[in-house]
């Protein structure tokens, strides 16, 4: 009889945690729904170390399924991107002016299946957000190689009112928040970009990168999502790009050479952002291997060490 | 001794110029009152003369003489407590010692302490401006395109190697994200933030 209340209560138990760990994946399922069905408009604030900004969001769903999107920044020069199905349409002043045609194209749907091997997926509660009731829900790193994110998502449409990067500190690195939104149909007129909004002229970008880097240790659940190859943005000498992510989190790796340059290795951070660059030494002369993504500082120098040329990788 | 003489060797001792005899004679007329007060007017008239604060009323001396008036005159040393008093010398004496080597090793500490600061200052590191500009207001936004980086160098004058390519790194990073991908305003607003001063 003991053993079997045990049994059920463990059973039960079993159950109970699954059925919150669903219930974190059915949120981030409504949420990949919410943004391809839902239309909405609305205004957001984003703040990070050194940076607070204001920004309108119009997010329009067409009867066909195309997603239309325009987001302006309020404060300070009027930036501006429009996208349709993810595409770039036109973006103002510097804000593609890094881009390569490569880069151009979507990346990755959101998979809360692949994200909740990395992330645990627990619903919080309740709480408020732009005048609308909200869960929120936490992805909790399972290792120290990513930040933890804060969602509040609405209840009634399932869409992302707040997000909140925080380190293994608990430290907050970056906020995202509506502070109004308007669920429903909105004038085609409102998705019409300014003046100021130019359509994107990216650097061509070399169709193979010439060389090969490889990291020889890479977090877990990080892939290379992308490879390019483009200008120095100080010479015309040629920097190697890959992009890694792991359904969520993302880091750059670029490789430039130094050309017997003085450079020091260097470390730093901004708002959610780490950089760090080390030379790396090979035959054909040094380079500089610079990690940059939203990653803990440590993961980035453990990624930044790892890189080899294909030549010289280690056994 | 004439009053004259004196008065000429006091003058010569207050202008450091009196010789061994002169010096001699002014010690030994040292319970001269007049002689005191003649010595008190000069240090006035030299204040006055080189601007100095002074407090003509303070005299150290008499109260230094009526602390010592009250103190009780030193009395024989028992010769039992010979051994302790030695032996208080000689645990004096080592507390300096300590004191001292204990003062050599902080101070040298201090010293590496700070040539490792001044090593760490020497290193080119990146310093990330907090707030949108020096003496600037925190919230203030220039209307105007700003194509300066977020990321500057600290120190040597000319930018260095980082400082001409972090900061495209870093859009080009923030961009990738925000055009290259289907998550919605975020990235977006990373990378505006990036491009903002």
């Keep these: 009889m003991r053993f079997l209340s045990l049994g059920v209560l463990l059973v039960g138990g079993f159950y109970s945690l699954s059925a919150l760990a669903s219930d974190g ?52 020069a009027a930036k501006e991107v429009v996208r349709v199905d993810g595409q770039v349409q036109c973006a103002s002043g510097m804000l593609a002016d890094q881009l390569t045609d490569t880069q151009l194209r979507p990346g990755r749907a959101f998979d809360p299946s692949k994200l909740s091997q990395w992330y645990d997926l627990r619903v919080l509660g309740d709480s408020r957000v732009a005048g609308r009731a909200t869960t929120v829900l936490a992805l909790v790193p399972r290792d120290q190689h990513r930040h933890g994110i804060e969602l509040h998502l609405d209840q009634q449409t ?16 970056e906020r995202f928040q509506l502070t109004h939104i308007q669920v429903g149909e909105m004038a085609d007129e409102v998705l019409e970009p300014e003046a100021g909004c130019r359509p994107v002229r990216s650097a061509p970008a070399a169709v193979q990168p010439a060389q090969a880097w490889s990291a020889q240790w ?19 000498e040629s920097v190697a790009c890959q992009v890694y ?71 | 001794m004439s009053r004259e003489t004196l008065q000429e060797s006091l003058s010569a001792v207050m202008d450091n110029q009196a010789d061994e005899l002169e010096l001699r004679r002014v010690l030994a ?30 005299d150290i001396a008499s109260a230094v003489s009526a602390a010592l008036a009250d103190e009780p005159p030193p009395t024989a040393v028992a010769p039992q407590r010979g051994i302790w008093r030695s032996a208080g010398r000689l645990a004096v004496a080592a507390s300096v010692t300590v004191a001292v080597l204990a003062g050599v090793r902080f101070y040298n ?89």
Excluded at chain 2, 168 to 196: D, I, K, V
């Design chain 1, 25 to 76: 994946a059915a949120l981030l399922q409504r949420l990949v729904q919410a943004e391809r069905t839902q239309s909405f408009s609305g205004t957001f604030v984003y703040e990070r170390n050194g940076s607070f900004s204001s920004h309108s969001v119009w997010h329009q769903v067409a009867s066909d399924g195309v997603v239309r999107e325009r987001l302006l920044q309020l404060d300070g």
């Design chain 1, 158 to 173: 399932g869409l992302a009112l707040k997000s909140l990067l925080v380190n293994d500190k608990g430290q907050l690195l």
């Design chain 1, 218 to 236: 890479l977090p877990p659940g990080f892939s290379l999502n992308s490879s390019s190859e483009r200008r120095s943005p100080a010479s015309d």
């Design chain 1, 245 to 315: 992510d792991d359904g969520l989190a993302r880091f750059s790796v670029f490789i430039e050479p130094l050309n017997d340059a003085t450079a020091e290795d260097v470390r730093t951070q901004l708002g959610p952002t780490v950089a760090v660059s080390r030379r790396l030494k090979v035959v054909s002369g040094d380079v500089m291997v610079t990690v940059v993504g939203e990653i803990p500082l440590g993961t980035a120098e453990r990624i930044a060490l790892s890189i080899h040329s294909p030549g010289e990788a280690r056994p």
């Design chain 2, 29 to 58: 007329a040292n319970g001269d009152p007049e002689l005191r007060a003649t010595w008190m007017r000069y240090q006035v008239v030299r204040a006055v003369m080189h601007k100095d604060l002074l407090e003509p009323r303070l």
């Design chain 2, 109 to 197: 500490q201090d010293e590496i302490t700070g040539v490792q600061l001044a090593q760490q200052a020497a290193q080119p590191v990146l310093n990330i401006p907090q707030v949108s500009g020096p003496a600037m207001l925190v919230g203030f936004n220039s209307t105007a395109e700003q194509s300066a980086s977020p990321v500057s160098a600290v120190g040597q004058g000319q930018p260095g190697w980082h400082e001409q390519r972090l900061p495209a790194y870093l859009r080009q990073h923030a961009q990738q994200a925000a055009m290259g991908t289907n998550e919605g305003a975020l990235p977006y607003a990373r990378a505006a933030s990036l491009e903002s001063r």
